[in-house]
Nanobody, 114 residues
Framework: QVQPVESGGGLVQAGGSLRLSCAAS????????MAWYRQAPGKQRELVAA???????NYADSVKGRFTISRDNAKNTVYLRMNGLKPEDTAVYYC????????WGQGTQVTVSS
């Protein structure tokens, strides 16, 4: 399987917003829950949010109320809307299935300045 392609990261001030996009291919996307993960320097990769094919979502406690995950099944794309960004959200963000079926992509860097 070809790895997903993430985009939309950047440098923002605390309190700002970004929307990340992830284009994924293949049958894996159509039958699996999709998720966003992030990895900050010196830390392990962690699950941020996930969405089932039917749109049921769940979030890490640290982002609840600020981030929104969604997917467009017709476009094989998953999104992450991030509001109220904090410096501790700084990380490389990746998408994958909830069970990490794809090879990892390059990710997209999100940097939040204080």
């Amino acid at each position: 399987q070809v790895q997903p392609v993430e985009s939309g990261g950047g440098l923002v001030q605390a309190g700002g917003s970004l929307r990340l996009s992830c284009a994924a291919s293949g049958r894996i996307f159509t039958i699996n829950a999709m998720a966003w993960y992030r990895q900050a320097p010196g830390k392990q990769r962690e699950l941020v949010a996930a969405v089932t094919r039917g749109g049921i979502t769940n979030y890490a406690d640290s982002v609840k109320g600020r981030f929104t995950i969604s997917r467009d099944n017709a476009k094989n794309t998953v999104y992450l809307r991030m509001n109220g960004l904090k410096p501790e959200d700084t990380a490389v963000y990746y998408c994958n299935t909830a069970d990490r079926s794809y090879p990892w992509g390059q990710g997209t860097q999100v940097t939040v300045s204080s």
